[in-house]
């Protein structure tokens, strides 16, 4: 009955005594809060190694679907063992609201690097990033795993090497479905949503590089001045074209084009 009643604040406070009585972390600070879960970095006493506690919001712990959700989340992590995404360390549950510690990684995201501090990327450079995403989204889907959630936050950079946070929303692959009956590729629980997602983060990064010229607004297929291969992989990854088969299918094509870039 007390967990009923006990808003998030005070359950903050539950938290940082856990991790002060029962752990080697030190509390840092409150770095994230989402529509189901609240995060927190924690710093090794010994190493100075910094984590990530992430619970549930104690608002939905008596919501089965949202708490399977989360204790798929600690599980999808504990399968993926991919030097790409934080390792997960450790798990359980606070006044029966369940948490996860995983790795902090200290990159930039795309979104701070693009929006904060005006970093550009060439087409080149785009085409080589997206390159580089692919090959680790096709070792989540070897893994029978999709992210669903690949946006300009959740990848970030750190010495020239790709990370990916944030599995909230990610989900085991079910068969593929018929490309007439996809309504929402966001949500779809196979290789079409992690593509999706891919062709407006490379969007975002050619834009990042571009300057109107005119006042009315146009389509970006217009604005960007692409090369005719570079937009209709595009138009393929967000549907607008046949769809590709698989990351694979996906990646394969992008290395024929950037073969084709270095060429001219």
Same mark, same amino acid.
């Given at each position: 009955?007390?967990?009923?009643?006990?808003?998030?604040?005070?359950?903050?406070?539950?938290v940082?005594?856990?991790?002060?009585?029962?752990?080697?972390?030190?509390f840092?600070?409150?770095?994230?809060?989402?529509?189901?879960?609240?995060?927190?970095?924690?710093?090794?006493s010994?190493?100075?190694?910094?984590?990530?506690?992430?619970?549930?919001?104690?608002?939905?712990? /008596? %919501? *089965?679907? &949202?708490? #399977?959700?989360?204790?798929?989340?600690?599980? +999808? @992590?504990?399968?993926? $063992?991919?030097? =790409?995404?934080?390792?997960?360390?450790?798990?359980?549950?606070?006044?029966?609201?369940?948490?996860?510690?995983?790795?902090?990684?200290?990159?930039?995201?795309f979104?701070?690097?693009?929006?904060?501090?005006?970093?550009?990327?060439?087409?080149?450079?785009?085409?080589?990033?997206?390159?580089?995403?692919?090959?680790?989204?096709?070792?989540? /889907? %070897? *893994?029978? &795993?999709? #992210?669903?959630?690949?946006?300009?936050?959740? +990848? @970030?950079?750190?010495? $020239?090497?790709? =990370?990916?946070?944030?599995?909230?929303?990610?989900?085991?692959?079910?068969?593929?479905?018929?490309?007439?009956?996809?309504?929402?590729?966001?949500?779809?629980?196979?290789?079409?949503?992690?593509?999706?997602?891919?062709?407006?983060?490379l969007?975002?990064?050619?834009?990042?590089?571009?300057?109107?010229?005119?006042?009315?607004?146009?389509?970006?297929?217009?604005?960007?001045?692409?090369?005719?291969?570079?937009i209709?992989? +595009?138009?393929?990854?967000?549907?607008?074209?046949?769809?590709?088969?698989?990351?694979?299918?996906?990646?394969?094509?992008?290395?024929?084009?950037?073969?084709?870039?270095?060429?001219?």
């Amino acid at each position: 009955m007390f967990l009923q009643y006990l808003s998030e604040k005070k359950y903050d406070q539950l938290v940082i005594d856990y991790i002060t009585s029962e752990t080697n972390y030190d509390f840092i600070e409150e770095i994230g809060v989402g529509a189901y879960g609240v995060a927190y970095l924690l710093e090794d006493s010994t190493s100075n190694n910094k984590y990530v506690l992430k619970r549930m919001k104690t608002k939905h712990r /008596h %919501k *089965k679907k &949202i708490r #399977h959700k989360f204790e798929q989340e600690i599980k +999808i @992590l504990k399968e993926i $063992n991919l030097p =790409n995404v934080p390792a997960l360390i450790s798990h359980g549950d606070i006044r029966d609201t369940p948490f996860y510690i995983m790795d902090y990684v200290e990159g930039k995201t795309f979104e701070q690097a693009i929006f904060r501090e005006g970093q550009t990327f060439s087409v080149e450079q785009s085409l080589k990033i997206t390159k580089e995403l692919l090959e680790i989204i096709m070792e989540f /889907h %070897k *893994k029978g &795993i999709v #992210h669903r959630d690949l946006r300009i936050p959740n +990848i @970030l950079f750190k010495e $020239n090497r790709l =990370n990916i946070i944030d599995f909230g929303l990610a989900a085991y692959k079910k068969n593929e479905v018929p490309i007439e009956e996809i309504t929402n590729p966001k949500r779809t629980e196979n290789h079409i949503s992690d593509l999706y997602f891919i062709g407006h983060f490379l969007l975002f990064l050619l834009y990042s590089d571009y300057t109107p010229s005119k006042k009315k607004e146009q389509g970006w297929q217009e604005e960007l001045l692409l090369p005719p291969e570079v937009i209709n992989y +595009i138009e393929r990854l967000l549907l607008i074209r046949s769809p590709f088969s698989s990351a694979e299918d996906a990646l394969q094509n992008l290395s024929l084009i950037s073969k084709a870039q270095a060429q001219t």
